[in-house]
């Protein structure tokens, strides 16, 4: 495949931010996939790990034929997914600091002039400006979605762009959530197709990775007399699992893709001649 400069700097409609974000990453994997290998995957691995211990070991101890054991359990359990659900946040914003990282030196400085060990000192601190933002945008749509989904829904799709904005502008967590806010009104449908078609793609390739695990629990319940207890299946179901949440943790480069590209593109419609970030 040729190899070119993909420019970001552009305005799209949603058929071409797609097309260029496949085109980008298809011609950008080996270095992204090596980088998020040495950096990020350790980590992905242990999420995986998390899960299947949550799925395996904490869910399998409910009774809920059983009124006292389940409120006595539920105290650890809670303890357990606030716990989780902290570590899965962790480890997204440590994928979107360090490919974030990559995006911001490939736009700035071209491809081929830069290398990884140029960038790794920043993977760390935009990581944790990623994390900051995540929290403040879980904390938004998890508000909006208590006092109706459709606010939740908003919330998550106008600040949509929030952590890019953040790592790649470096105006300020304030400054970022009002510029997410105001490119994306400026078009809001488009913005959340574009996030929708992301997350089924990451989704639609989770399922088919976890038909095998799927079949297996099905046909457990059905035929099996043996097997009553998700804890006691074989020990392939879970590293099937595991395998299918490190690949579709990977996966979420796709939707960061399509939002980086979005930024561009709304950028460029609503303020063409205003400098997006410094030159280094």
Excluded at 55 to 62: A, D, E, G, Y
Excluded at 88 to 105: H, K, N
Aim: overall charge neutral; aromatic content about 16%; hydrophobic content about 50%.
């Amino acid at each position: 495949m040729e190899q070119k400069d993909i420019r970001f700097r552009k305005q799209r409609d949603l058929g071409v931010v797609i097309s260029d974000s496949f085109d980008f990453l298809k011609q950008e994997a080996k270095p992204i996939f090596r980088m998020i290998g040495i950096y990020v995957l350790p980590f992905v691995v242990l999420y995986a790990g998390a899960q299947v211990y949550f799925q395996r070991n904490v869910l399998s101890q409910f009774d809920l034929t059983n009124p006292e054991s389940l409120m006595a359990d539920i105290g650890p359990f809670y303890q357990n997914l606030f716990m989780f659900m902290f570590f899965g946040l962790f480890v997204q914003s440590l994928l979107m600091g360090t490919y974030y990282s990559y995006l911001e030196a490939y736009i700035k400085h071209g491809k081929g002039n830069f290398h990884l060990t140029d960038i790794s000192s920043k993977f760390f601190s935009n990581s944790l400006l990623a994390l900051g933002a995540n929290f403040i945008f879980v904390i938004m749509v998890f508000f909006g979605a208590m006092m109706c989904i459709v606010p939740g829904l908003y919330f998550a799709n106008t600040f949509s762009l929030l952590v890019f904005i953040l790592i790649f502008e470096k105006k300020g967590i304030s400054d970022a959530l009002n510029r997410s806010w105001k490119l994306v009104n400026s078009s809001w449908w488009n913005t959340l197709l574009i996030n929708l078609i992301a997350v089924v793609i990451v989704y639609a390739v989770g399922i088919v990775l976890s038909i095998p695990s799927l079949i297996m629990g099905v046909s457990s319940t059905i035929f099996s007399t043996e097997i009553t207890n998700p804890a006691d299946y074989p020990n392939w179901y879970w590293v099937l699992n595991a395998i299918s949440s490190v690949i579709t943790t990977v996966l979420l480069v796709i939707p960061f893709t399509f939002q980086a590209f979005q930024y561009f593109n709304l950028a460029e419609r609503n303020d063409p001649t205003t400098p997006l970030a410094p030159q280094e």
